[in-house]
């Protein structure tokens, strides 16, 4: 059984910026988890699926992808979940929403996950540092980017199946929306 998420990717100028912050979380805070992964917003949390049904993961969620069209998101400023998440907050949840919607169905009618991989709190974000991101810390860093502000956009054609390697997630493959707004 291999572990897998699915997310949207921003691009690389915007994962390069994300990944900047959470480099910064490491030197300041001490907070490096969330360098484990690519800057996403995880449509899917993790879940394990057998490796040799790995071909058919990919064709249902490809078949969502050729019914996608792309839309924008709108990342501004941080946000966190207290004690132990920061974030980049993202404006309009709503598009973000329907297609997570849409992913889970295709998940559990055509994947066939059940239970507790699809029920989870869904609040889309990308993250900056977790988990080991002690509470006493947190303050100090919610403090600092609390007060900041960041503001970027990006055209979301894609969604992505990430893939853990045993230490760290790889993007395993990127499945393009047929209809995207380019």
């Known amino acids: 059984m291999n572990l897998y998420f699915i997310a949207v990717l921003p ?3 915007i994962r390069e910026e994300i990944e900047r912050m959470k480099f910064e979380m490491q030197a300041l805070y001490g907070a490096g988890h969330a360098l484990k992964s690519p800057a996403h917003i995880t449509l899917q949390m993790p879940f394990r699926y057998a490796a040799e049904n790995e071909s058919e993961l990919v064709v249902a969620l490809q078949t969502l992808a050729d019914r996608e069209a792309g839309f924008i998101v709108q990342l501004k400023d941080f946000d966190c979940f207290s004690p132990r998440v920061i974030f980049v907050n993202i404006t309009d949840h709503a598009p973000i929403v329907r297609l997570r919607n849409r992913l889970q169905s295709i998940l559990r009618d055509e994947v066939g996950l059940k239970g507790t991989n699809l029920d989870h709190n869904f609040h889309p974000h990308l993250t900056i540092a977790t988990r080991d991101l002690s509470p006493e810390v947190f303050q100090k860093a919610w403090e600092d980017y609390s ?3 960041y503001s970027a956009e990006f055209e979301v054609s894609a969604i992505a199946i990430l893939k853990h390697n045993g230490r760290h997630w790889d993007v395993y493959r990127e499945l ?3 209809a995207h707004n380019s």
């Open 176 to 178: 393009p929306f047929a």
């Open 11 to 13: 691009p690389l100028e």
């Open 147 to 149: 007060g900041r502000s």
